[in-house]
């Protein structure tokens, strides 16, 4: 189209969108025309045709053809999707052209708070950034991920204190690797009614931020304590996290009190109300006065503000970012743009590099309200994974799973499901709104949830094992395209790279999401109306086969970069 364009009405116009779409009515529609018109001074529907004559798509479409005011619908011919489907056959990436100008991307997401439990607030921030940074790097980029944890402030005073007075040994210890946030309630109810506790804590805290070597083995025996416990919680959600990705906010320390001397001797940190405060332009409270940034406390002490901005430029000048995506809860939105703004003002941020709050909204009970528990308190992660693997091994006992499978496959499979069924229903959402977290709606078979798309790989394995049995396969065979359901999901599963090009642009897993429910959908359709593995002759079996092996790949490929787990049977 866009040579099309420039041959009708000369170079001046290459700038001009194709504006290509779906259409109803044809494969695609191209609505160039339409705005080319007023730039050329010409009908709309003439420019149509003029470019539809100029268009060159011999071997890949039937004849454009114009419609209505000036659209030119376009229909791809059979054969060449079935040569583009059998060419993505066999193709790791499964169509997607390698990153034209691959960058580097620092991906945050989860980012708990050492000696605290993650709750169902961490769930989203943690799958929904652990599927950005797998597509980031499928498509080509190299991604850094990077658990921002809270490791740092008062309250290790008092966590330091407490693991002092019961022993690393004890099981009261031991419970910030199974119940941190029964640890962190005694030390809070220690703190709370022993003044004497509370006077220790205070002194631990300026030990600990002096530099005091035990002190400071201390705080590194808290945090190793709570690695165990996220170790446990990622591998069971199955993230792909590690150690080495956690740089919390003691990481950035040394690096505050020369971030804050650099913004006051730039004279965008200025003393307000005996707070070193930063005033981004663009930027205003209440009776349109400025709105600040607090860089450093009345009381000389740092704050979040004083931690992002360090971390903004670590990412760029050691690591050379070109990009930075923030996987953060959506009530901390103005707060970014506050700091990024205040960055930028700098010089911290170079002109090319994106920083990008990706936010991500609330989960929310049945009344419409954060989800919480009957007693009000945050749900518990490891409470409501375990919950759902018990209700998927409940409804896999009412579809008399045991008698396919033994008791160690049943569990492996429940696990998987429920597993799975929490991950995709917070993927499949838009990571910005709000929903409800319903326990029916995610576990069922129906619909576009993760079991059903389970189900859909798992059938198609079915298939190939059933075929393996008749001694039929889809080696070395071609897609070819003799019916409309296999047109649909041939040309269906063709746009996967487009797909994943444009969710790792938006950093909007739930379009794949989406998509991959399109191709299920579609295979089911094909599945119920052009017979496999009855199909005649031989040759039209085995390009079926083909086609059923492609629609696998892209579900399980698709899946595994949602951090779906896909079980062998179900």
Same mark, same amino acid.
């Given at each position: 189209?866009?040579?099309?364009?420039?041959?009708?009405?000369?170079?001046?116009?290459?700038?001009?969108?194709?504006?290509?779409?779906?259409?109803?009515?044809?494969?695609?529609?191209?609505?160039?025309?339409?705005?080319?018109?007023?730039?050329?001074?010409?009908?709309?529907?003439?420019?149509?045709?003029?470019?539809?004559?100029?268009?060159?798509?011999?071997?890949?479409?039937?004849?454009?053809?114009?419609?209505?005011?000036?659209?030119?619908?376009?229909?791809?011919?059979?054969?060449?999707?079935?040569?583009?489907?059998?060419?993505?056959?066999?193709?790791?990436?499964?169509?997607?052209?390698?990153?034209?100008?691959?960058?580097?991307?620092?991906?945050?997401?989860?980012?708990?708070?050492?000696?605290?439990?993650?709750?169902?607030?961490?769930?989203?921030?943690?799958?929904?950034?652990?599927?950005?940074?797998?597509?980031?790097?499928?498509?080509?980029?190299?991604?850094?991920?990077?658990?921002?944890?809270?490791?740092?402030?008062?309250?290790?005073?008092?966590?330091?204190?407490?693991?002092?007075?019961?022993?690393?040994?004890?099981?009261?210890?031991?419970?910030?690797?199974?119940?941190?946030?029964?640890?962190?309630?005694?030390?809070?109810?220690?703190?709370?009614?022993?003044?004497?506790?509370?006077?220790?804590?205070?002194?631990?805290?300026?030990?600990?931020?002096?530099?005091?070597?035990?002190?400071?083995?201390?705080?590194?025996?808290?945090?190793?304590?709570?690695?165990?416990?996220?170790?446990?919680?990622?591998?069971?959600?199955?993230?792909?996290?590690?150690?080495?990705?956690?740089?919390?906010?003691?990481?950035?320390?040394?690096?505050?009190?020369?971030?804050?001397?650099?913004?006051?001797?730039?004279?965008?940190?200025?003393?307000?109300?005996?707070?070193?405060?930063?005033?981004?332009?663009?930027?205003?409270?209440?009776?349109?006065?400025?709105?600040?940034?607090?860089?450093?406390?009345?009381?000389?002490?740092?704050?979040?503000?004083?931690?992002?901005?360090?971390?903004?430029?670590?990412?760029?000048?050691?690591?050379?970012?070109?990009?930075?995506?923030?996987?953060?809860?959506?009530?901390? #939105?103005?707060?970014?743009?506050?700091?990024? &703004? @205040? %960055?930028?003002? +700098? !010089?911290?941020?170079?002109?090319? *590099?994106?920083?990008?709050?990706?936010?991500?909204?609330?989960?929310?009970?049945?009344?419409?309200?954060?989800?919480?528990?009957?007693?009000?308190?945050?749900?518990?992660?490891?409470?409501?994974?375990?919950?759902?693997?018990?209700?998927?091994?409940?409804?896999?006992?009412?579809?008399?799973?045991?008698?396919?499978?033994?008791?160690?496959?049943?569990?492996?499979?429940?696990?998987?499901?429920?597993?799975?069924?929490?991950?995709?229903?917070?993927?499949?959402?838009?990571?910005?709104?709000?929903?409800?977290?319903?326990?029916?709606?995610?576990?069922?078979?129906?619909?576009?949830?993760?079991?059903?798309?389970?189900?859909?790989?798992?059938?198609?394995?079915?298939?190939?094992?059933?075929?393996?049995? #008749?001694?039929?396969?889809?080696?070395?065979? &071609? @897609? %070819?395209?003799? +019916? !409309?359901?296999?047109?649909?999901? *041939?040309?269906?599963?063709?746009?996967?790279?487009?797909?994943?090009?444009?969710?790792?642009?938006?950093?909007?897993?739930?379009?794949?999401?989406?998509?991959?429910?399109?191709?299920?959908?579609?295979?089911?359709?094909?599945?119920?109306?052009?017979?496999?593995?009855?199909?005649?002759?031989?040759?039209?079996?085995?390009?079926?086969?083909?086609?059923?092996?492609?629609?696998?790949?892209?579900?399980?490929?698709?899946?595994?970069?949602?951090?779906?787990?896909?079980?062998?049977?179900?």
């Amino acid at each position: 189209m866009h040579d099309a364009i420039v041959a009708s009405f000369g170079p001046e116009y290459s700038d001009a969108d194709p504006l290509i779409r779906p259409s109803a009515f044809a494969d695609f529609q191209a609505n160039a025309a339409l705005p080319l018109a007023k730039r050329v001074g010409r009908p709309p529907r003439e420019v149509a045709t003029e470019l539809a004559a100029r268009l060159d798509v011999t071997g890949i479409c039937a004849e454009p053809v114009v419609s209505g005011p000036g659209f030119i619908n376009l229909t791809l011919r059979d054969d060449w999707i079935a040569a583009q489907a059998s060419a993505m056959l066999g193709d790791d990436r499964l169509g997607l052209a390698p990153a034209a100008a691959p960058q580097t991307v620092v991906v945050e997401y989860s980012s708990p708070n050492i000696a605290k439990e993650m709750h169902v607030g961490h769930l989203r921030t943690t799958i929904v950034g652990d599927a950005i940074a797998r597509i980031g790097e499928f498509a080509g980029h190299r991604v850094i991920r990077d658990n921002h944890v809270g490791d740092w402030g008062t309250q290790f005073g008092m966590l330091i204190e407490y693991l002092l007075d019961v022993g690393e040994e004890s099981p009261e210890a031991g419970l910030l690797r199974t119940d941190p946030n029964a640890f962190y309630q005694a030390a809070r109810r220690t703190f709370d009614s022993d003044p004497g506790f509370a006077d220790r804590a205070r002194k631990r805290v300026v030990d600990l931020q002096g530099g005091d070597p035990g002190t400071l083995q201390l705080w590194q025996d808290l945090v190793d304590f709570s690695k165990d416990y996220l170790h446990r919680i990622y591998g069971r959600l199955g993230v792909t996290l590690t150690d080495d990705d956690i740089k919390g906010e003691s990481f950035y320390n040394d690096l505050l009190a020369d971030t804050v001397a650099r913004l006051e001797e730039e004279g965008i940190a200025v003393h307000s109300d005996g707070a070193l405060c930063a005033f981004p332009a663009g930027f205003t409270g209440r009776e349109g006065r400025p709105m600040p940034v607090i860089i450093r406390k009345s009381d000389g002490g740092y704050n979040y503000s004083t931690t992002d901005l360090a971390t903004i430029r670590y990412r760029v000048d050691e690591l050379g970012v070109d990009r930075a995506i923030y996987v953060v809860g959506s009530d901390q #939105a103005l707060h970014f743009q506050l700091v990024f &703004a @205040v %960055a930028r003002e +700098a !010089g911290w941020i170079p002109p090319g *590099a994106v920083f990008t709050h990706a936010q991500i909204g609330l989960v929310l009970g049945p009344d419409g309200n954060r989800l919480r528990t009957r007693s009000g308190d945050n749900v518990q992660l490891s409470a409501l994974l375990a919950e759902a693997v018990e209700r998927a091994r409940a409804i896999l006992d009412e579809l008399d799973a045991t008698a396919r499978f033994d008791a160690a496959e049943l569990d492996a499979v429940a696990e998987a499901v429920g597993i799975g069924a929490v991950k995709y229903a917070d993927l499949s959402t838009a990571r910005e709104s709000a929903y409800v977290f319903d326990w029916d709606r995610m576990i069922s078979f129906r619909g576009n949830t993760g079991p059903y798309l389970q189900y859909a790989t798992a059938r198609i394995r079915s298939i190939f094992r059933r075929a393996a049995d #008749a001694g039929a396969t889809a080696h070395g065979a &071609a @897609v %070819a395209i003799t +019916a !409309g359901p296999e047109r649909a999901l *041939a040309l269906k599963l063709l746009g996967f790279g487009a797909v994943i090009t444009g969710v790792g642009e938006t950093a909007e897993p739930h379009r794949l999401c989406g998509y991959l429910f399109e191709v299920a959908s579609l295979f089911t359709t094909f599945y119920e109306e052009c017979p496999v593995l009855k199909a005649t002759p031989a040759s039209l079996r085995a390009s079926r086969l083909a086609l059923c092996a492609l629609t696998h790949d892209v579900l399980t490929t698709g899946l595994g970069l949602l951090g779906v787990p896909v079980p062998e049977r179900m």
